[in-house]
């Protein structure tokens, strides 16, 4: 995860999963590597057909595709419904766990009707919600949302009975946060809309 869409290089992706697997390499435990995807739903659907124990991690970050949309260009080809249910047949095939991973962005995906919205979708989902306040980057003009729009957004989730984790961010002192690196090197909004949308849309 971090540079491209890892189910984009589907081929290569699964290819270095089962080296590391391996017991003549790193022999490193199926159970603790995670594949992270925007959420390409054939993808994941051939993914959960490759009979591995690996975790995987949807980078959803709302609640409806009317937000999605604005967060994730890519979601307008395919849809949160349309991912969630490849993730049900993921969790179906495999018995793993799904993490939702949502980055909490400041008057955009971060309010109580959000929360309540995506409790409902994620009723009797097999999925822990790993919470995270945006990586602050200037270029975007958006903000992280404030501890107590997080503390609201959990205690929301989990009244709803959905397992969340916050998790804290590392790095972001240096400018080496998730997402900080890449936006210095394009630089405009503009720029890093397209640069981030050629790199979920992009096909190897």
């Not at 594949?35 to 054939?42: E, F, I, K, Q, W």
């Not at 992280?144 to 997080?150: F, I, K, L, N």
């Not at 890093?192 to 849309?201: L, Q, T, V, Y």
Request: aromatic content about 4%; some cysteine.
């Amino acid at each position: 995860m971090g540079i491209g869409e890892p189910l984009a290089n589907y081929k290569q992706v699964v290819r270095a999963v089962k080296i590391l697997n391996a017991p003549w390499t790193l022999n490193i435990a199926a159970r603790r590597i995670t594949v992270s995807t925007v959420g390409l739903p054939a993808a994941i659907e051939k993914l959960a057909r490759e009979g591995l124990q690996i975790n995987l991690a949807v980078s959803l970050h709302a609640p409806n595709d009317r937000i999605r949309n604005q967060i994730v260009p890519v979601n307008r080809k395919v849809g949160i419904d349309r991912i969630l249910h490849a993730a049900r047949h993921y969790f179906a095939k495999t018995g793993r766990e799904i993490t939702i991973e949502y980055a909490l962005i400041a008057g955009m995906n971060d309010g109580l009707a959000a929360a309540e919205e995506l409790a409902r979708r994620l009723k009797d989902f097999p999925c822990t919600v790993n919470l995270i306040p945006l990586n602050p980057v200037p270029e975007l003009g958006l903000e992280p949302a404030g501890r107590e729009s997080v503390e609201e957004f959990v205690a929301t989730l989990r009244r709803r009975s959905i397992k969340v984790t916050v998790r804290r961010p590392r790095g972001v002192d240096i400018h080496a946060a998730c997402g900080q690196l890449r936006v210095q090197e394009y630089g405009t909004k503009t720029e890093i809309r397209s640069a981030g949308r050629e790199s979920c849309e992009k096909q190897p």
